[in-house]
């Protein structure tokens, strides 16, 4: 089944997931068509499936430098220093509108699907959490403003990040240096005065 869920997630990468006929899935994979239909239950099943693999791999990355910061930073200068490339990482280039523009998709689908919406939201949350943790790791040692929740700086965080995408569809999108500067001045104001 993991062949046919790659194959999907490959296919909504490119193209609408109306398009996506599980009969072409099958010859792709060579997975018969019944065990399909037996292991996800209906069409709809499957590309639930596969748009919660696709959700949670694109945030698996991001989770991890979130982690990896966390574990490594000791000092103010070293959690500044590791924190300066996030806002880069996280929102400018194109792979990033890309991911951007697949993770918009899944949540617009899971709207109206209350099952994928629970399987994607248990990704958000690991994410979220990972955020917080990042946030509450600054707070803890008086680098981070304590006046905010974590959660309100790591969702704001994320907020900033992901709504980016209101920006990509734009005629006259702002240039990534200044969306750059602005966010870093942005988390900077995040930091507890001295």
Same mark, same amino acid.
């Given at each position: 089944? !993991?062949? #046919?869920?790659?194959? +999907?997630?490959? !296919?909504l990468?490119?193209?609408?997931?109306s398009?996506i006929?599980i =009969?072409?899935?099958c010859?792709?994979?060579g #997975?018969?068509?019944?065990?399909?239909?037996?292991?996800?239950?209906?069409?709809?099943? +499957?590309?639930d499936?596969?748009?919660?693999?696709?959700?949670?791999?694109?945030?698996?990355?991001?989770?991890q430098?979130?982690?990896?910061?966390? *574990?490594?930073a000791?000092?103010?200068?070293?959690?500044?220093?590791?924190?300066?490339?996030?806002?880069?990482?996280?929102?400018?280039?194109?792979?990033? !509108?890309?991911?951007?523009?697949?993770?918009?998709?899944i949540?617009a689908a899971?709207?109206t699907? =209350?099952?994928l919406?629970?399987?994607?939201?248990l990704? !958000?949350t690991r994410?979220?959490?990972e955020?917080?943790r990042?946030?509450?790791?600054g707070q803890?040692?008086?680098?981070?403003r304590?006046d905010?929740?974590?959660?309100?700086?790591?969702?704001?965080?994320? +907020?900033?990040i992901?709504?980016?995408?209101? *920006?990509?569809i734009?005629?006259?999108?702002i240039?990534?240096k200044?969306?750059?500067f602005?966010?870093?001045?942005?988390f900077?104001?995040?930091?507890?005065?001295?």
């Amino acid at each position: 089944m !993991q062949a #046919v869920l790659d194959e +999907v997630c490959e !296919q909504l990468m490119t193209t609408d997931e109306s398009l996506i006929r599980i =009969p072409d899935v099958c010859k792709a994979t060579g #997975v018969n068509y019944g065990s399909v239909y037996h292991h996800f239950g209906s069409r709809e099943g +499957v590309i639930d499936a596969a748009y919660n693999m696709l959700f949670s791999k694109l945030a698996e990355g991001d989770i991890q430098v979130l982690r990896d910061i966390n *574990d490594t930073a000791t000092t103010l200068p070293d959690y500044i220093a590791a924190l300066a490339p996030l806002v880069e990482r996280f929102s400018s280039g194109p792979d990033r !509108q890309l991911r951007r523009s697949i993770r918009v998709r899944i949540v617009a689908a899971s709207i109206t699907r =209350p099952e994928l919406k629970m399987l994607i939201g248990l990704t !958000q949350t690991r994410l979220t959490d990972e955020f917080i943790r990042l946030v509450q790791f600054g707070q803890d040692r008086g680098w981070l403003r304590n006046d905010l929740s974590a959660r309100s700086i790591a969702v704001a965080l994320q +907020v900033l990040i992901f709504g980016r995408i209101l *920006d990509d569809i734009s005629l006259n999108p702002i240039d990534s240096k200044d969306w750059e500067f602005s966010m870093g001045a942005f988390f900077m104001s995040l930091f507890a005065q001295s």
